[in-house]
């Protein structure tokens, strides 16, 4: 079971930058991709972006498309989520999580805190 840590989170402004880390440990072999979801307050949690962990292929939610960028170091077993011209719509708790071999995605963190001010 792989244990997953977000971090990286902020208050920033409109227009500004961040960029999310997620450290993966435990079970690496076990997953085939990386995940970012992220919850807004009263709403349910959605994708946000994907990579997939051996070829690098990515995946984005049309909302964050051409703003986000998604990567990974396979040595350091790390994710990260370059969030670019931040708008008050991606105020959110921001988490990772990886998937299994059955596609379904797990080792959820505690989320990290993203607030974009306008």
């Known amino acids: 079971q792989a244990q997953l840590v977000e971090s990286g989170g902020g208050l920033v402004q409109a227009g500004d930058s961040l960029r999310l880390s997620c450290a993966a440990s435990?079970?690496?072999?076990?997953?085939?991709?990386m995940g970012w979801f992220r919850q807004a307050s009263g709403k349910e949690r959605e994708f946000v972006s994907r990579?997939?962990?051996?070829?690098?292929?990515?995946t984005y939610a049309e909302s964050v498309k051409g703003r986000f960028t998604i990567s990974k170091d396979n040595a350091k077993n790390t994710g990260y989520l370059q969030m670019n011209t931040l708008k008050p719509e991606d105020t959110a708790v921001y988490y990772c999580?990886?998937?299994?071999?059955?596609?379904?995605?797990?080792?959820w963190g505690q989320g990290t805190q993203v607030t974009v001010s306008s």
């Open positions: 999580a990886v998937r299994d071999v059955r596609f379904n995605w797990e080792g």
């Open positions: 990579i997939t962990w051996s070829t690098g292929i990515t």
């Open positions: 435990g079970g690496t072999f076990s997953w085939n991709a």
